[in-house]
């Protein structure tokens, strides 16, 4: 498994390619959570039969899933970094804000039923959870009882948006629900930009 210091490592070289503007593409940059994913991959015991679901900011995911270090980069060169899919590693990722709440589902819902080995876990921002797709997987995934973890990485923003201000409450709506058995929740800073080195626009 990847260290710490390896991911910090790769996401610097990405931001030291990026700034060269030889990347033609969007990157996002994720520092600061490294020991929250890596503890949440060795706890879960996050396998070659499980599935993992990712969003726009998942290099450290592709790395921890167990892709080969050149592979993400190259994908990453080749301006595939908010949408990284590696099929023979059950790793799939979308830039699509909610994009993948109901597909993490629909697999865990597969797994259960063909009574496949394997469990899904979705790694996602504090704004994708707060969004009704979200609200909808989760709900089906708990009343079904799902092999399926969603996973919310809270950075306290969407691009430069305060989450907790928008919706009016200190705390995501799952805390202290029944929904929380299917969700890890940990709070982080992005030492990064929400997109590339915050140079130009974000979004
Ligand atoms: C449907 C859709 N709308 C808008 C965007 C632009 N967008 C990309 S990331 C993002 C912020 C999402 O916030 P959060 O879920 O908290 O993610 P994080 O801050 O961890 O990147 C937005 C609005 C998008 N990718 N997809």
């Known amino acids: 498994m990847p260290t710490k210091e390896d991911l910090q490592e790769f996401e610097k070289e990405i931001a030291d390619i990026f700034a060269t503007g030889a990347i033609h593409a969007p990157v996002h940059l994720r520092a600061g959570r490294e020991e929250q994913l890596i503890k949440i991959f060795a706890d879960n015991a996050i396998g070659p039969d499980d599935y993992v679901f990712g969003h726009w900011d998942s290099h450290e995911l592709a790395l921890l899933k167990g892709v080969p270090r050149d592979e993400v980069k190259q994908a990453v060169l080749d301006g595939k970094s908010i949408s990284l899919c590696f099929p023979e590693h059950k790793i799939f990722c979308s830039g ?39 609200h909808e997987a989760v709900k089906y995934a708990v009343h079904f009882d799902l092999p399926v973890t969603y996973i919310v990485c809270d950075n306290g923003l969407s691009v430069m948006t305060d989450t907790r201000e928008t919706w009016g409450c200190p705390e995501p709506w799952f805390k202290d629900t029944k929904f929380a058995d299917k969700i890890i929740y940990f709070k982080y800073k992005n030492t990064y930009p929400h997109s590339g080195l915050g140079w130009k626009i974000k979004f």
């Open 96 to 134: 699509i804000v909610g994009s993948l709440m109901g597909t993490a589902a629909g697999v865990a819902w597969g797994l259960k039923n063909q009574r496949k080995n394997g469990k899904v876990y979705i790694f996602c921002g504090d704004m994708s959870s707060e969004t009704g797709v979200f």
